[in-house]
């Protein structure tokens, strides 16, 4: 167990990362990287139980799937972190012949990804899948996902939210990324989810709210909750709500930062609010 | 010239729902996931005797095919069951991200394809299904085309690590190709010896060759027919090898012309051995409802279209 402390440096170090690889391409989602850093670093350094001698099938482990693939950057960062491939591997993100491409893919083999993702809503039916050869092969491990908000206006998910219930997929569970904000706007403005709880909750899953996304202890509990409630025969959603761009005070509070990278002199100001504690790449 | 027997007709399908059966006695790691077609694919033996390895998924194709993407994490081999129009066009980026570019283990498995749907109308009879497949890369595309065959297939596909569209059909049509044969994913199968034209088909269109074989030869007109049950990879060595001595090609298949069978061999033949080729496919057009025969002979995908087709290029020659 790490301390408050050591992770806090961990997502720290973890925003440089995000704000260092999309700068030095000028092209990626730092947004809502920046506002999953806590989730990602708390879900795999604390939370799930892996070998970081990557294989596939991962059989007796607990698995991760990023629907929202764009936020790649986060994704990287914390693989990277937690020893499934190089540090200095960052540097490649986005650049020819890399294995981290834009968005994440098993296509150049890279240790930590199980399925490509980017194109959206695809994440939870392969979750749903894997969490089904898991129960086939009496594997008590549990399958993570995390989707974006509005991806949930892909109508796929829906029927992996009925499947999921109908046929008691209990080793599951989802969070969704709940920043209220999408490429044009708001979720409001671009499609209103309503209410999400009680969607969630009338297609029968079990709903924990997480109202403090981007606190490390509350994050903590929240995914020990949802962890002790594995096996009770439904499915499980946390919905997150987090702040798009957070820890960098101008990319906080609005989603023009979904896809744009910081030029020189804004690298420079949102690197000072993120002091160096693990070490560049 | 050597002929075939129909043993009885019935129909691909229920060759792919024993293949599946004789699957899931052998191979446990063997998954079925249907969306509510369960009868129509002959999924029915599985489903019963295997009931805790075949997933209902209602009618949501994009989640089945995700899901069979994730059952592959865990080494399950999964089979997917739809037609063929709800197993392509409408989940194409689901194949293409969770299972093409991911490189996933998942079979495909598509029935209903081409006209000989027959009465449900062209909503249903899809014609685009080849070339949306394997336009995919690392996808094998395979359309056989009888019950035997399929069968065999079936049993094949789920020994070849990497993804699979396999495509049959609805009707019940002549089962001709030998019931202990050995199904090589690539390897054509020569049917006839000629010296006159190439007649290369796929699917159902492959026992309407040999039929139109059986009338050129009464007409003097020596043809060679290969069985295409593998589109992707294409048995091109097969086809340059008849070529060769042909001089000429007509391709059939139960699909548009373009992006189908014809289009591939054009291909290899444009790159190795240009010859005059003619093509017995549909010609960019929708079908209708009908009588499978009806819908054969409108849209001229028979034996009859088979013969003109060859008289036409062995004139060009």
């Known amino acids: ?281 | 010239m050597k002929t075939y027997t129909n043993s009885g007709n019935i129909d691909t399908r229920s060759g792919f729902g024993a293949g599946l059966e004789v699957l899931g006695q052998q191979n446990e790691n063997v998954v079925a996931l249907c969306a509510d077609l369960t009868g129509s694919l002959k999924m029915d033996a599985f489903k019963a005797n295997h009931p805790e390895r075949f997933f209902q998924v209602g009618i949501a194709e994009a989640n089945m095919i995700g899901i069979a993407a994730g059952l592959t994490i865990g080494g399950k081999i999964p089979f997917t069951g739809t037609f063929a129009n709800f197993s392509t066009g409408r989940v194409y980026d689901q194949i293409r991200q969770s299972v093409a570019y991911s490189g996933k283990n998942v079979k495909i498995c598509a029935s209903h394809a081409g006209l000989t749907l027959g009465e449900d109308g062209a909503t249903h009879q899809i014609l685009e299904d080849i070339g949306l497949m394997k336009m995919l890369p690392g996808m094998t595309v395979i359309n056989t085309c009888d019950y035997n065959q399929t069968k065999a297939a079936t049993i094949a596909i789920a020994e070849h690590d990497g993804p699979v569209y396999l495509r049959f059909g609805r009707p019940k049509v002549a089962n001709f190709t030998p019931d202990d044969q050995n199904f090589e994913i690539g390897k054509a199968v020569q049917l006839t010896e000629g010296k006159d034209v190439s007649i290369i088909a796929t699917g159902h269109l492959v026992w309407e060759a040999l039929e139109a074989a059986k009338a050129l030869n009464e007409a003097g007109i020596s043809a060679e027919v290969i069985n295409i049950h593998t589109i992707k990879p294409l048995d091109e060595d097969a086809i340059l090898k008849s070529v060769a001595k042909t001089k000429c090609v007509v391709t059939a298949e139960e699909h548009n012309f373009l992006g189908g069978l014809g289009e591939s061999v054009a291909r290899t033949l444009t790159q190795n051995h240009p010859v005059p080729q003619e093509f017995v496919a549909t010609e960019d057009t929708f079908g209708e409802s009908g009588t499978p025969a009806q819908l054969m002979e409108k849209y001229g995908l028979n034996a009859a279209a088979i013969i003109e087709k060859a008289k036409a290029v062995i004139a060009r020659k």
């Open chain 1, 1 to 281: 167990m790490s301390t408050t402390q050591q992770l806090q440096d961990f997502v720290t170090q973890v925003r440089r990362d995000i704000l260092r690889q999309v700068h030095q391409v000028n092209s990626g989602h730092p947004g809502g990287s920046l506002g999953c850093a806590e989730f990602f670093s708390v879900l795999y350094q604390e939370i799930m139980n892996y070998s970081k001698d990557f294989d596939m099938d991962g059989k007796n482990e607990d698995l991760f799937f990023l629907s929202n693939g764009h936020i790649s950057p986060v994704f990287y960062s914390v693989l990277a972190r937690s020893g499934f491939f190089p540090v200095e591997e960052l540097q490649t993100f986005r650049k020819i012949d890399s294995r981290l491409q834009g968005h994440p893919t098993t296509h150049e083999g890279l240790p930590g990804v199980r399925i490509a993702s980017g194109s959206l809503g695809q994440g939870l039916s392969v979750a749903i899948g894997a969490a089904t050869a898991k129960k086939l092969n009496n594997d008590h491990s549990i399958v993570y996902t995390l989707h974006g908000d509005g991806e949930l206006q892909e109508g796929q998910n829906w029927e992996a939210i009925m499947y999921a219930a109908a046929n008691h997929v209990d080793n599951l569970i989802a969070t969704v990324d709940y920043n209220k904000k999408q490429i044009d706007g708001s979720t409001d403005d671009v499609l209103a989810l309503g209410d999400l709880k009680a969607k969630f909750e009338a297609f029968g899953w079990s709903v924990l709210e997480l109202k403090e996304g981007n606190d490390i202890e509350a994050i903590q509990a929240t995914l020990s909750l949802a962890k002790s409630q594995t096996g009770n025969l439904k499915p499980i959603v946390i919905l997150m709500e987090t702040e798009m761009g957070h820890g960098v005070d101008f990319m906080m509070g609005t989603h023009a930062w979904h896809g744009k990278a910081p030029n020189d002199v804004q690298l420079e100001s949102a690197l000072s609010q993120n002091p160096e504690t693990l070490g560049d790449y």
